[in-house]
């Protein structure tokens, strides 16, 4: 079982920036990918950013260039540095870490940005 354990949600202005972490413990293999999550109120959840174990990056089109994952393999760790946010980036942020072929899912930070 892998835990992960999400924190530097908030409140911001926009324009402004945040940067989420997620730690990953427990029973821990290999990670292969690793990447966060948001889901808006009476939307679905959807894909923000992903990093795989190669390094390689993806992101949403409605985050390029603002956003960027990153990640510390000798600390089983995942950012998120949020720039230049906007009022639809308000949501619930979820870490998601793929290893041994199952995903694993934080509890979620709120991430609110006002205007």
């Known amino acids: 079982q892998v835990q992960l354990v999400e924190s530097g949600g908030g409140l911001v202005q926009a324009g402004g920036s945040l940067r989420l972490s997620c730690a990953a413990s427990?029973?821990?293999?290999?990670?292969?990918?690793m990447g966060w999550y948001r889901q808006a109120p009476g939307k679905q959840r959807e894909s923000v950013a992903t990093?795989?174990?190669?390094?390689?990056?993806n992101y949403a089109d409605s985050v390029k260039g603002r956003f960027t994952i990153s990640r510390d393999n000798a600390k089983n760790m995942v950012y998120l540095q949020m720039n230049s946010l906007k009022l639809e980036d308000t949501a619930v942020y979820y870490c998601?870490?793929?290893?041994?072929?199952?995903?694993?899912w934080g509890q979620g930070t709120q991430v609110t940005v006002s205007s």
């Open positions: 998601q870490v793929r290893s041994g072929g199952y995903d694993y």
């Open positions: 427990g029973t821990i293999f290999v990670i292969n990918n």
């Open positions: 990093i795989y174990k190669s390094g390689s990056t």
